[in-house]
Structures are given as C-alpha cells and as structure tokens.
C-alpha cells in the first residue's frame, strides 16, 4: 500500500457489510474520496478524513450523514411506497420502506432518514401517532417529514403539521407534484 494516495488505500481496505445501504455509502464514499483526492487543500483532506472515519468505524449512521441521503416512505399501499421510492430515488435519495408506523418507527430508531414521507391513515400504528412519536426521537439532525394522505381538509392539515409535519401533499398525487414538493423542500 505504501505509495499509494489515502483514496486508493481507502478503496483497498477490507470492510465488513453492515446491510445493503450501507455498502452502497461506502463505495459512494471511496468515489468521492477519489474525486476529492485531486484537489488539494484542507477541504479536501477534512472531507476524506470524516470518510475514513466512518468507514472504519463501520457506523451505518456515520456512512449515511457522509453521503447518502435516506428517505423512509411509509404507506399500507405497496404500489404508493414503490411510486415514492422511485421519485426519491430519481432525486438522489436510497429508499426505504415501511408498511406502518409501528414498523417505520422501528427503523428511525435503528437508523434516522433524511426524509420521511408518511400516509396518515394505517394499521398498526397511523402516521399521526408515528410522526408524534417520532419527532420525541432525540436526534442531532432531526428529518423532514411529509404528510402524503387522503386527508385534505384544513383541519387535518392543520393536525398534521402540528404533530411535527414539515409539508403536506394530498393524495391522489401524481409524480410530478410529488418530485416539485420534494424539490421545494430541498431548497429550503
């Protein structure tokens, strides 16, 4: 290894498969490790060193916040989770899924989204009771959250953005309303 620059050594060190995201984090990692490794600078080192960091830790969380942007899409309906997971996809975020709140709640704790796109009506556990809970999470990066339901009076909307909300969409809602309140979103 001697010679090499820190990216190709960072490329050539053994790692142990945490799940699928986060194998995919790493290799993003090492592509922009490599990337970074043209230009000088203590930017540039910063930016490896937090890459290498997390990569020998082997966090998944630590992967994640370096380069991959997560979104959790939960909803009852399969054919609306994989319709959101290819919008989220589409806009540079790895798609999760999960069919209630209960469910999607157990994921948050094991690994917190970026974002979560969230149906209002479910079994088990609603998108109510789910995003509550979830907003009592202590977390350092909180993620956004968006109401994707059938729900459209004033009043729920109101409910929805009270319990910790950050957006709102009614459904039925096409792909091109969805991607423009995702956008929206990431702009600020």
Same mark, same amino acid.
């Given at each position: 290894?001697?010679?090499?620059?820190?990216?190709?050594?960072?490329?050539?060190?053994?790692? *142990?498969?945490?799940?699928?995201?986060?194998?995919?984090?790493?290799?993003?990692?090492?592509?922009?490790?490599?990337?970074?490794?043209?230009?000088?600078?203590?930017?540039?080192?910063?930016?490896?060193?937090?890459?290498?960091?997390?990569?020998?830790?082997?966090?998944?969380?630590? =992967?994640?916040?370096? $380069?991959?942007?997560?979104?959790?899409?939960?909803?009852?309906?399969?054919?609306?989770?994989?319709?959101?997971?290819?919008?989220?996809? $589409?806009?540079? @975020?790895?798609?999760? /899924?999960?069919?209630?709140?209960?469910?999607?709640?157990?994921?948050?704790?094991?690994?917190?989204?970026?974002? =979560?796109? *969230?149906?209002?009506?479910?079994?088990?556990?609603?998108?109510?009771?789910?995003?509550?809970?979830?907003?009592?999470?202590?977390? !350092?990066?909180? !993620?956004?959250?968006?109401?994707?339901?059938?729900?459209?009076?004033?009043?729920?909307?109101? /409910?929805?953005?009270?319990?910790?909300?950050?957006? @709102?969409?009614?459904?039925?809602?096409?792909?091109? &309303?969805?991607? &423009?309140?995702?956008?929206?979103?990431?702009?600020?």
């Amino acid at each position: 290894m001697e010679g090499m620059t820190l990216a190709e050594r960072l490329a050539h060190t053994p790692r *142990t498969s945490i799940d699928d995201a986060s194998a995919e984090a790493e290799a993003d990692i090492v592509v922009d490790a490599q990337d970074m490794d043209t230009h000088s600078g203590a930017a540039s080192t910063d930016a490896i060193v937090r890459a290498a960091k997390a990569m020998r830790d082997g966090s998944p969380e630590h =992967v994640r916040q370096a $380069s991959v942007k997560t979104c959790l899409i939960v909803d009852d309906s399969r054919v609306i989770r994989k319709v959101s997971s290819k919008i989220a996809k $589409s806009l540079g @975020y790895h798609p999760i /899924e999960a069919q209630d709140g209960q469910e999607a709640l157990a994921r948050c704790k094991q690994s917190m989204p970026n974002l =979560v796109l *969230t149906d209002w009506n479910m079994p088990e556990m609603d998108g109510l009771e789910f995003v509550q809970k979830l907003r009592a999470i202590p977390t !350092p990066h909180a !993620p956004t959250i968006v109401f994707c339901t059938s729900k459209g009076d004033a009043e729920d909307i109101h /409910e929805g953005i009270g319990a910790g909300a950050d957006d @709102y969409i009614v459904k039925p809602f096409d792909e091109g &309303a969805l991607r &423009a309140k995702l956008q929206k979103l990431e702009r600020g």
